[in-house]
């Protein structure tokens, strides 16, 4: 038994990316794309890059001119992200800690952190991180899920509740979102719009969010909670067996922020 939260090595890099490609992921980027003021010709961070999809897609916004650089802890998901977006030439990806920033003062136009603070045991750091790195008047998006707001049909509950409860352990706070504005405000932001951004599968797909999820949180929770390998088999056998049956429904919420770092 283990208590280390999700370590992105090979094979959970592989199981990210195929989440990552899937349609309900792209339509996330592009709300939180759309939420961004980024222009042609400026620079922009992503911290905790991962595969890499939204800094490419900032990459194409700011052009040759401009700048993007990736930031993460995890070799696999950089040498992943290095390799797919070789072609960018704008864009770079570092390995880095997002609460030590290996940047100057005031140096970024945009700061974007998706799906990465949940995993810090204390956000503040990086948040002052951030302020330290944004010019002023510069803009910082953020997005968390709340895990507690997963609606995931099971007949066998009990099963859904335990493990759902050990996969809240993949991460420091799965209910960050409840308390991610006071802390931007505390380190000095103005918190502008936020936004709820549901991810909704009412049907079973292949190709879908909690369709791939499946295969990241059953090898997680194996061997937690005293869940056996047999349990994990049996849950991912019912939630597709539900699909073929057109007994699906699964439903997740994200939580975005958007701040300003005020002119000085
Ligand atoms: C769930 S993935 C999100 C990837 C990407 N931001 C996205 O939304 O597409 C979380 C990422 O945060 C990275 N990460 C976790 N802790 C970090 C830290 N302290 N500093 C930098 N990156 C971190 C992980 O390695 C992983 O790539």
Same mark, same amino acid.
């Given at each position: 038994m283990t208590n280390a939260t999700l370590r992105f090595n090979d094979k959970a890099a592989e199981q990210l990316l195929a989440v990552y490609v899937t349609p309900d992921m792209a339509e996330q980027r592009q709300q939180v794309i759309g939420l961004l003021q980024l222009k042609p010709g400026e620079k922009a961070l992503d911290i905790g890059s991962g595969p890499g999809f939204l800094a490419s897609a900032m990459a194409d916004i700011v052009g040759s001119r401009g700048e993007v650089c990736g930031i993460d802890i995890s070799p696999e998901l950089l040498a992943l992200a290095g390799d797919r977006y070789r072609? +960018?030439? +704008?864009l770079k990806f570092l390995h880095a800690e997002a609460s030590s920033l290996p940047f100057a003062d005031a140096c970024f136009d945009v700061v974007t952190v998706t799906q990465v603070l949940e995993y810090l045991p204390d956000v503040r750091p990086a948040l002052l991180e951030v302020h330290r790195v944004l010019r002023p008047g510069g803009q910082v998006l953020i997005l968390d899920t709340d895990w507690d707001s997963i609606v995931w049909h099971a007949e066998d509950t009990a099963r859904m509740k335990k493990i759902l409860s050990a996969w809240d352990a993949h991460l420091a706070d799965p209910y960050l979102p409840r308390t991610l504005g006071s802390s931007m405000r505390e380190t000095g932001f103005q918190v502008g719009e936020q936004k709820v951004i549901p991810l909704f599968n009412p049907e079973f797909r292949e190709e879908s969010f909690s369709n791939r999820m499946i295969d990241l949180i059953g090898p997680f929770v194996t061997g937690r909670n005293g869940i056996t390998a047999e349990e994990v088999m049996a849950w991912a056998g019912e939630l597709r067996r539900l699909g073929q049956e057109g007994n699906y429904f699964f439903s997740l919420n994200r939580y975005v922020f958007v701040g300003l770092k005020p002119d000085a």
């Open positions: 072609h +960018q030439t +704008q």
